[in-house]
């Protein structure tokens, strides 16, 4: 049997996407710049079972994903469309997002410092033996490295910040690197964004605990009552502030005007007599510290007649 042809490739494609498409609710979109293709194959395999890892071009995804979306008339695929930019793969899954993603995180493998790379992180060459001989000084002097001949070997002295996060590395930095034997950078299927059912969310959503969702959720009800409040806009929020205000107001009314309810009488009784709010509150005051029965303990000691003592008696043991 001769190899299919380009365009029945696109059709088995097409047909596979779009069967994914069916089967999955849930996508993860990923980046995949500087994975090889072994590692994808771990990656693949590590998630076997209840995902399934789809590389392609971007144009033939979008296209299929347009294509499907107008024979079904589903348009929350299209919500995938933007999401395809640079060097991107899809993850299929049936699983639990969170642990895709994290195990996604773990097929991550060590590479060196290529020229022209863009640095993801800050790359420090550490103190120490580096075990080249001395001729080869000449790599850290360009870069500025202090360094001593230790030992018929070159040694450097102090830590340095060889690369910065975002910048280039340069072919020096990159044959130092070498020869040190330094894989600064690690790796892998990165996730950018998340699909479930229509929604686009960023990944970090994934990593919200309960705790977090109630403190957000938290923080929603108590802007939306302050903002109801500032407007006099009744929401159920606000509701409960309103009507205590509400009774604020009457009860201030009431009680600067002859006018009166039955919520307002007891208010204006306390205002005409303190002292009745006084007594009234005493014994709750004397309950509540405890201070009443050492009061009483105090008199019972006072009522209680002092014990004479031997003297008293007149007389004593030795008369």
Do not use: W
């Not at 996407?17 to 590590?46: F, M």
């Not at 450097?156 to 996060?165: A, G, R, S, W, Y």
């Not at 938290?218 to 159920?236: D, F, N």
């Amino acid at each position: 049997m001769g190899k299919p042809s380009k365009a029945e490739k696109k059709i088995a494609y097409d047909a596979k996407l779009c069967q994914l498409l069916e089967d999955y609710t849930q996508v993860l979109i990923v980046a995949a710049d500087n994975v090889g293709s072994n590692q994808l194959q771990n990656i693949r395999k590590g998630l076997r079972g209840d995902s399934v890892v789809l590389m392609g071009k971007n144009t033939m995804m979008k296209r299929s994903i347009r294509i499907h979306s107008e024979k079904t008339g589903n348009q929350a695929y299209l919500n995938l469309i933007p999401l395809l930019v640079g060097n991107v793969g899809l993850i299929f899954t049936k699983g639990d997002l969170k642990e895709v993603s994290e195990e996604v995180a773990k097929y991550k493998v060590g590479a060196p410092a290529r020229v022209g790379l863009i640095a993801p992180i800050d790359v420090v060459v550490p103190p120490g033996n580096t075990g080249l001989d001395p001729s080869q000084t000449s790599f850290f002097q360009v870069l500025n490295i202090p360094t001593k001949i230790n030992k018929g070997t070159v040694e450097i002295i102090t830590p340095v910040e060889l690369i910065k996060k975002g910048d280039k590395v340069g072919s020096s930095e990159a044959a130092l690197l070498a020869k040190l034997g330094i894989r600064p950078f690690s790796y892998g299927l990165v996730v950018l964004s998340v699909y479930d059912n229509g929604s686009v969310f960023s990944p970090e959503v994934l990593d919200l605990t309960e705790e977090d969702l109630i403190e957000k959720f938290a923080s929603g009800v108590s802007m939306v009552t302050s903002l109801a409040l500032a407007i006099s806009y009744p929401t159920l929020a606000a509701a409960p502030h309103m009507f205590t205000n509400a009774y604020k107001n009457v009860l201030a009314v009431a009680v600067a005007t002859e006018y009166s309810f039955p919520q307002a009488d007891k208010v204006k009784e306390f205002l005409k007599d303190p002292s009745k709010f006084a007594v009234a509150a005493a014994p709750v005051a004397i309950a509540e510290s405890g201070s009443a029965p050492v009061a009483a303990k105090v008199e019972e000691k006072k009522d209680e007649p002092a014990e004479e003592s031997d003297d008293d008696m007149g007389f004593s043991l030795f008369d």
